[in-house]
């Protein structure tokens, strides 16, 4: 199972960016599909997740502000981000719990990262 995101860039403060990731490979299903970060110095931190029946929950400093969705027909996530802040600089990772072969073959697939970078 391999995850692809893409969608970073450089954006001025108060600007948006929207990441998207897409699963692909050998699987029977996808449970819950998140976003973490990991900026300069700092610890990866979860920023959103949303399980299969689209409830979502969100750190507290993308809370109001960054919006998690996905569309289970391509097996992708995607995060609206808004009024973005030099403090959300960081490398975005998507992150999904698969079910390989069968529903008994559970596991966690990463993505390769995303580069989001604020200005100010």
């Known amino acids: 199972v391999q995850l692809q995101a893409f969608g970073g860039g450089l954006v001025q403060a108060g600007g948006s960016l929207r990441l998207s990731c897409t699963a692909s490979?050998?699987?029977?299903?996808?449970?819950?599909m998140s976003w973490y970060r990991q900026g300069p110095g700092r610890e990866r931190e979860l920023v959103a997740a949303?399980?299969?029946?689209?409830?979502?929950i969100y750190g507290q400093s993308s809370k109001g502000r960054f919006d998690i969705s996905r569309i289970d027909a391509s097996n992708s996530v995607h995060l609206q981000m808004n009024n973005l802040e030099p403090e959300d600089t960081a490398v975005y990772y998507c992150?999904?719990?698969?079910?390989?072969?069968?529903?008994?073959?559970?596991?966690?697939?990463w993505g390769q990262g995303t580069q989001v970078t604020v200005s100010s």
């Open positions: 992150n999904a719990h698969v079910f390989g072969s069968s529903y008994q073959d559970a596991l966690h697939a």
């Open positions: 490979g050998n699987m029977v299903g996808i449970n819950a």
């Open positions: 949303i399980t299969v029946d689209g409830s979502a």
